[in-house]
DNA sequence: ACCGTCACTCAAAGCGCTTTGGGTAGATGA
DNA sequence: TCATCTACCCAAAGCGCTTTGAGTGACGGT
């Protein structure tokens, strides 16, 4: 079923079919009743390519999914990102179309998105330290949002984005205040901004309190588990080994709890761990007391607000930049104890 | 740029760039060249939209994702496995859409797709015993492949599937010889068509060794951590507890070895954990040993190629349904042993 | 010299919608 | 009574592409 079709079916001009359909005002209420009843009853809906031909947008948002070449990892906060920007997308009317595409050829995807006019707009994820899209999307003048920011780029342009610096200075204050000294950091992939504004926050509480970050207590890598495990039970086998744990991702701090147990140690005891905690839905932080100490901050909000941001900018163009930054909450958990004391 | 100001740039018609660049016979390889290399240089390339309404295909495959309305969660597989199909899709020019959906009003999406014409196909994911999204799909006349099956509907229909209960049975009986007698089933949700088979294959093997299942070492539920967590333990406190647990995924395997290892027991050796793995990126099963004696397969490489299926039925119509079955390998790894000697 | 063939190229219609720029009939005010 | 509004409604153009059906010039065969 088509305009056409449905218009001569009412014996009414496209025009006014249309008309009635999009709530202009120059439709009779009668009308107006008779046709939004004759579209349900012949389940009739405009195409989305004739619609958007004709008015010119797209009514759909592109989500580039980085796939990082060397580690074929897809990053697990996605699943749970996706679905809080989808709700949003849907209630709007609006489409998500998803490029899955390894950080190579990114660039060619946005231009593609661009020159197609598949898109009206487009979330940067997983924003890089100087990430280079940001430059490129405003050069390209297509409205895009960033999740997370990219330091090193001082235009003004949409981001959301939680406090990492903030948190995870806060969770090394909240390990200082327990006693503990030799504080570990395992930390994203070298490169991602988050992971540079957590150590930041991590070195300043140290700083502050007059330590110095250890090299031999930090590390980053692509947050698995086996990375968390790994670290851990190296860190732990060495002279002076941390006696607490600062983890960048509760798929790392299983790892981490793992190589600690293997030890015979007692997590929250022996060894204390605090992690961020992105509320992904397929792994909470256990029930009502939480397993891990953690800064926490739901992805899939993020998302859904994220969505909103983008859907406003591309509503109001001249509206300048809109940004959002979200401060983690930090829950104790089990996982922190006072530091063991030496003997 | 658009097709018009391409050819007048070229001093040619719409009709013979269009051809030119879709690879018709008609042009000269001279001309052909020549605008090729125009369309580089300014950076050309259609309108989806507009390719769309004329050709009457929409270049883009729906990928429908429920989310639970009970639990909100995300299927955690999802992400990997929208990677591997979006590999094929950018292969093909073709685009994935995305719909974020309440498993309440499915039904209402998947018209909505079909009647605005805004893909050429969906994948159904998650699908469960009797799910009645096949029929509809069918009487929709929308192409579409499954990632799974759906027990109970037999017309023909697309799909692609790891060969639960065989996996299961396998990992069943591999517990079996090595002396396990009291084996729990850690499974996905009830209704879910994965789950029905692996516990078939699961209670195949018990009955093949003169075992019958015993109600109380069988959970199901959405597979998180503290999901197989909370249940290891539970089953670990009562009497005549199981020496053996089979887990549906390696999430929820996190939870039972920490029941376990709560519980003062070591895995392999006090209880064994067999899990299946999907071998998610971000989730490896350890390293080159597998923490975890798994049953394996790939959901990526089952994105991919699921994919490559729905296009070929997309391309050929009359095409009778393909089908695929994958069978899952059994990796040892060190989570199972003998079963303990009762005293 | 004429006629087919080839090898290219083109104008125009059509995909399904929105939107512009009217048109018409009835009601209203002078 | 007539001009002027309203309130509705319509025909047609246009969005950017593909595709049909037709045209043109060059060339070889007779």
């Given at each position: ?8 079916n ?5 025009t006014?079919?249309?008309r ?6 120059e ?6 009743r008779?046709?939004e009843?004759a ?5 009739y809906?405009?195409s ?13 948002i ?18 749970d ?21 390894d ?6 995807i946005y ?29 390209l003048d297509?409205?895009?949002?960033v999740?997370?920011?990219a330091s ?12 990492n610096?903030?948190?995870f ?9 327990l006693?503990?000294?030799r ?11 988050f992971?540079?504004?957590?150590r930041e ?5 140290l700083m ?7 090299p ?8 698995t ?5 790994t ?6 086998a ?16 299983l790892?981490?709890?793992r ?6 140690y007692?997590?929250?005891?022996d060894?204390s761990v605090v992690t ?15 397993i ?6 739901s ?9 909103e941001m ?17 401060e ?5 958990g ?5 530091a063991?004391?030496?003997?």
């Amino acid at each position: 079923m088509n305009l056409k079709e449905l218009s001569q079916n009412l014996g009414l001009s496209q025009t006014t079919v249309s008309r009635a359909l999009n709530g202009y005002p120059e439709v009779s209420p009668a009308t107006r009743r008779r046709v939004e009843e004759a579209a349900r009853t012949f389940n009739y809906s405009p195409s989305t390519r004739a619609k958007g031909l004709a008015t010119g947008k797209a009514l759909a948002i592109g989500h580039v999914i980085p796939i990082s070449s060397k580690h074929e990892m897809v990053n697990p906060i996605f699943g749970d990102f996706i679905a809080g920007a989808g709700e949003t997308y849907a209630r709007h009317g609006y489409e998500m179309i998803l490029s899955i595409v390894d950080d190579a050829s990114e660039r060619r995807i946005y231009e593609g998105l661009k020159s197609r006019r598949a898109v009206d707009g487009v979330v940067v994820h997983g924003p890089r330290m100087d990430d280079p899209r940001i430059a490129l999307l405003q050069s390209l003048d297509l409205p895009f949002a960033v999740h997370g920011r990219a330091s090193g780029y001082d235009q003004p342009y949409a981001w959301l984005d939680v406090n990492n610096r903030r948190a995870f200075e806060r969770a090394t204050d909240f390990l200082f205040d327990l006693g503990h000294r030799r504080i570990a950091l395992i930390n994203g992939l070298e490169g991602m901004d988050f992971a540079h504004r957590r150590r930041e926050g991590y070195a300043a509480s140290l700083m502050a309190h007059d330590g110095a970050p250890d090299p031999d207590l930090m590390r980053s890598g692509e947050m698995t588990e086996v990375f968390g495990y790994t670290c851990t039970r190296d860190m732990l086998a060495r002279d002076n080994p941390p006696t607490a744990v600062l983890c960048s991702s509760l798929i790392s701090a299983l790892g981490v709890r793992r190589a600690i147990e293997e030890k015979g140690y007692v997590m929250g005891k022996d060894v204390s761990v605090v992690t961020h905690d992105d509320a992904l839905s397929y792994l909470q932080n256990g029930g009502d007391v939480p397993i891990f100490t953690a800064t926490r901050s739901s992805v899939r909000d993020a998302g859904q607000q994220l969505a909103e941001m983008l859907l406003a900018a591309i509503a109001n163009p001249l509206m300048p930049p809109q940004t959002r930054l979200l401060e983690a909450e930090l829950m104790v958990g089990s996982s922190t104890g006072p530091a063991p004391r030496k003997d």
